[in-house]
């Protein structure tokens, strides 16, 4: 059974090595070199880069795949929808794997559809605003709220020269980026939302591997409004959240003919 994995994140990696335990042959994808070296050091086949859908049927048919296991980020939109249509393309089986979601509640969490509409509620708002939703969306948000008077934009990233140099790009001042690598504390949370004066902090729901609940309890402890952005909706058919489900699913697929 040869199967292919999209990773990149902690609870993925962990699965590409308890699959691999199981004797399956994996080869996994990510999209950035700092990502591959942990699965390397596993012993796991690992290709570095963005795929499309093209791309990923290609390598399905070169590497004779059987199953793809979509265990990308929660919010990797577009990776699961390449996924799934290189997958049917193919005509082999889809499955994915995604942490659990966490439910927030309260008068300070304000649930919103998309980054969007987050940058527009933010925008409404303005005051001490801490961005921690990553630098892939960070124009949507530089472009509403830079200009604003009485607003400071903090964004909080993985420390990589790509981001800083899209920081720099977009005019985000070096004192308002936080470049540190998660997950974070509560405590550790509390202490940068009070060095920083935040007012209002924007998020996503990225489950508990995450550390999203530690952000949220956090503010909510200090009366900081967040901004908690869904996530996406896409019918992704058969989806597991534990590594075990994923195993017993591929070894019934296995017993059925690959």
Sequence with gaps: MKILQLAGTSDARQLAIELKKHNFEVLTTVVTSNAAIELQASGLQVLVGRLTDSDLFQLIKERQINIVVDASHPYAEEASKNAIKAAEMAGIPYIRFERPSQQFGGELIIKVDSYEEAAQLAAKKQG????????????????????????RVIARMLPRKDNMEKCEGLGLPQKNIIAIQGPFTKDFNIALFKQ????????????????VDEKVEAAMELGIETILIKRPRIQYGISYSTAQDVINHIKGEDSNGF
């Excluded at 939703?133 to 009485?150: A, I, R, Y």
């Excluded at 920083?196 to 550390?211: C, H, I």
Aim: charged letters at 20%; proline letters at 5%; a neutral charge.
């Design 196 to 211: 920083f004066e935040v007012t209002l902090m924007v998020t996503k729901e990225s489950g508990k591997e995450g550390a």
């Design 128 to 151: 001490n605003i801490m961005l921690t939703t990553g630098s892939k969306t960070l124009q949507t948000f530089t472009d509403k709220l830079l200009p604003l008077p009485n607003t």
